[in-house]
């Protein structure tokens, strides 16, 4: 075979992006799975971003993920978007296929496959804490994959109502809107629990949502978006109180399998990349 010295090139545009541990998971992924790819993590200003995607499309990069601001901006130097990315109007993950660039996002992606290992989401009534980028991901491909209905509970009432007219108008799902004041009961019939927050994350790891405990019922699916620490006020409340809980450390991981099989076609395996990120947090 003739040696080849050509890597399929990936990697991400963000502004900052110094703290973003991705291209250690991804990359750690790539070298266990012999590819010969490289994920370079770029720091972008948003007025530099067309540049940046036409840099990428000289260079013929399989795809790059896209992180905050730019997850709506790079929509207008894309050729076109996924189902869920077009009803979110947010990217996360750009995809080369032939000469064109489509825009998927896969933070609601890699949420689902991570519950997949607990629950069916079909048929299911959800409880959401948030209304910001995350839980619109979340929320979008749930309703998709067919959960019953969808209740957003949020303290801004604004952001809430609209991600509920969204989903009560994009998808088929039922969705509502609950303004979040003082602690909040999960109704008995909801199957899945999710805080789409920033509450918890580092530093604030004190932090904890306002939910009254005692409505966190044993079998409850409780899910947490927070990787950094993964183990939550919430996290560990549920546990204790016997529901089945997911930590937001899955999410991270799944939406980097889904991004590299997208780049590459390869399933790489979520346990390479999930020691790399707890080693990478417990330091
Ligand atoms: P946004 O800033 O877009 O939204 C933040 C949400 O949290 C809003 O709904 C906001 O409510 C709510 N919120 C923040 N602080 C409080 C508080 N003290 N009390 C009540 N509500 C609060 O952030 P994102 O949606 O982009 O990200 C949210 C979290 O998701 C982040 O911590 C991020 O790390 C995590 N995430 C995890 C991923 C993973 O792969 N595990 C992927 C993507 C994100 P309001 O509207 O009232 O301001």
Redesign the pocket.
Same mark, same amino acid.
């Given at each position: 075979m003739p040696l080849n010295f050509l890597s399929l090139l990936t990697g991400c545009f963000a502004y900052p992006a110094a703290e973003n541990p991705t291209v250690a998971m991804v990359e750690a992924a790539y070298r266990h799975h012999g590819l010969d790819a490289r994920y370079i993590n770029c720091e972008v200003p948003a007025e530099k971003l067309g540049d940046a995607v036409l840099g990428a499309r000289a260079m013929g990069w399989a795809g790059f993920n896209c992180s905050?601001p730019h997850k709506v901006g790079v929509i207008d130097h894309l050729d076109g978007l996924g189902q869920s990315a077009e009803i979110m109007g947010a990217v996360?993950c750009a995809v080369r296929r032939g000469e064109r660039y489509i825009g998927e996002n896969t933070?609601g992606k890699?949420?689902l496959s991570s519950l997949a290992g607990v629950v069916e989401p079909r048929g299911k009534r959800v409880v959401m804490? &948030?209304? #910001?980028?995350?839980?619109?991901?979340i929320g979008v491909e749930l309703a998709l994959a067919g959960a019953k209905s969808v209740t957003i509970v949020?303290?801004?009432r604004?952001?809430?109502e609209t991600l509920a007219r969204l989903l009560g108008d994009k998808t088929p799902a039922g969705a509502s809107f609950e303004r979040?004041e003082g602690p909040y009961r999960v109704p008995a019939e909801a199957d899945i629990v999710v805080n789409?927050?920033?509450?918890?994350?580092y530093p604030?790891i004190d932090?904890r949502?306002?939910i009254a405990l005692d409505s966190l019922r044993p079998g409850l699916v409780v899910a947490d978006?927070?990787?950094?620490p993964p183990r939550t006020h919430l996290v560990r409340d549920a546990e204790a109180r016997g529901c089945i809980v997911l930590d &937001?450390? #899955?999410?991270?991981?799944?939406?980097g399998v889904i991004g590299i099989k997208y780049w590459t076609g390869v399933d790489v395996d979520p346990r390479v990349m999930q020691a790399k990120l707890a080693a990478l947090f417990a330091a």
């Open positions: 905050l996360n933070d890699g949420f804490f &948030g209304a #910001g980028g995350a839980a619109r991901a949020n303290r801004g604004e952001r809430g979040w789409a927050t920033s509450i918890g994350l604030g932090d949502l306002a978006v927070i990787p950094n &937001g450390l #899955g999410m991270l991981v799944n939406q």
